[in-house]
């Protein structure tokens, strides 16, 4: 990234302290509901290697124990490399962190090299591919652990997601993911949502509604500094850029998003012969306020979980009975 996305990502440490923090919420709910990641081969779906922090789930698993950890992706492992803001990162995170990664003496930032020989293992703790997630190379009942985070919102075929997740993983094994369901207010739509100034309003908002106020909020410096989630707040550079064309920024974000709801996914992840071990959805209390009646009726269709979430956490576990 040129010009950081959100305030926080413009400073190294920041960020690094950020996204570790998610990490430690992810290994908490692996290590209550999967048995955590010691002495296990571990899958994360969406590991962000086009992203500064992409990669940094993989070492941290690594450090808490995990045998071996694969990352895959939808863009390439090497994406921006050798980009400014992401050897600033993984030099604040080996700073902060005590974390490390091949290449970083030469201002790029790369993992495929990391163990490679260590006594008589000849493999990389660290393997990063560009794969799709609905259709995985992996033979069959490779994993212990898969996990993501973000992602669930994202793929466009969940269903086969799942499928292919539970073949991937040994009998026995576990899921764990944290994702944002597009029906919650803080983050179900996005940098497109903008739950502070119109509550939901990518599900209450015809496209030249929703259009007409994100060219309103993107061109107010008092609206876009507070319209959206404190950990989305919008760069000024980021605005100015968005609110020249924000027709593009609404369909490319929502595009992005698979609508995607909760009951969905449980139908999928047990079709596919997962037992669900937990669930929980992730809620700030102060937002109840923010739905009222007159929105109650709006949106009669969604419970008051899923509107309310801010994001939401299920374990999954592939019996030992599987067959093999």
């Known amino acids: 990234m040129e010009t950081a996305l959100f305030g926080w990502q413009a400073d190294a440490v920041n960020y690094v302290n950020q996204t570790a923090g998610v990490y430690e919420l992810l290994a908490s709910g692996i290590k209550e509901h999967c048995g955590g990641f010691d002495g296990k081969t571990v899958l994360e779906?969406?590991?962000?290697?086009?992203?500064?922090?992409?990669?940094?789930?993989?070492?941290?698993?690594?450090r808490d124990g995990a045998r071996q950890c694969f990352g895959i992706d939808i863009t390439h492992p090497c994406m921006g490399c050798s980009a400014p803001d992401k050897v600033a990162f993984w030099k604040a995170a080996k700073e902060r962190l005590g974390v490390e990664c091949d290449g970083i003496a030469q201002?790029?930032?790369?993992?495929?090299?990391?163990?490679?020989?260590?006594?008589?293992?000849?493999?990389?703790?660290?393997?990063?591919?560009?794969?799709?997630?609905?259709?995985?190379?992996?033979?069959?009942?490779?994993?212990?652990?898969?996990?993501s985070n973000a992602v669930f919102e994202h793929v466009k075929d969940a269903r086969n997601v799942l499928r292919e997740m539970y073949r991937v993983l040994k009998p026995?094994?576990?899921?764990?993911?944290?994702?944002?369901?597009?029906?919650?207010?803080?983050?179900?739509?996005?940098?497109?949502?903008?739950?502070?100034?119109?509550?939901?309003a990518h599900l209450?908002?015809?496209?030249?509604?929703?259009?007409?106020?994100?060219?309103?909020?993107?061109?107010?410096?008092?609206?876009?500094?507070?319209?959206?989630?404190?950990?989305?707040?919008?760069?000024?550079?980021r605005a100015a850029t968005l609110a020249k064309d924000p027709k593009t920024f609404r369909r490319n974000m929502m595009e992005d998003?698979?609508?995607?709801?909760?009951?969905?996914?449980?139908?999928?992840?047990?079709s596919a012969g997962f037992v669900v071990l937990y669930e929980n959805f992730n809620i700030h209390e102060e937002d109840r306020v923010?739905?009222?009646?007159?929105?109650?009726?709006?949106?009669?269709?969604?419970?008051?979980?899923?509107?309310l979430t801010f994001f939401h956490s299920f374990a999954l576990h592939k019996p030992l009975s599987a067959a093999r």
């Open 257 to 270: 998003l698979n609508m995607l709801r909760v009951g969905d996914l449980h139908e999928f992840a047990k």
């Open 172 to 200: 026995g094994g576990s899921a764990y993911h944290h994702w944002n369901p597009a029906t919650g207010l803080v983050m179900g739509g996005h940098d497109v949502g903008m739950p502070y100034y119109y509550p939901w």
């Open 45 to 62: 779906i969406g590991a962000a290697f086009q992203l500064p922090h992409g990669g940094l789930n993989l070492v941290l698993a690594i």
């Open 290 to 307: 923010y739905l009222t009646p007159e929105i109650r009726e709006e949106l009669p269709g969604y419970s008051d979980d899923e509107l």
């Open 107 to 147: 201002n790029r930032v790369c993992f495929w090299s990391t163990d490679v020989l260590h006594y008589d293992d000849f493999f990389s703790k660290i393997v990063q591919l560009q794969m799709s997630a609905s259709n995985m190379w992996f033979r069959d009942g490779m994993f212990d652990v898969v996990f």
């Open 204 to 237: 209450r908002l015809s496209e030249p509604e929703h259009v007409e106020k994100l060219a309103t909020v993107l061109a107010d410096p008092a609206l876009y500094t507070t319209a959206f989630p404190p950990g989305h707040t919008l760069t000024p550079e």
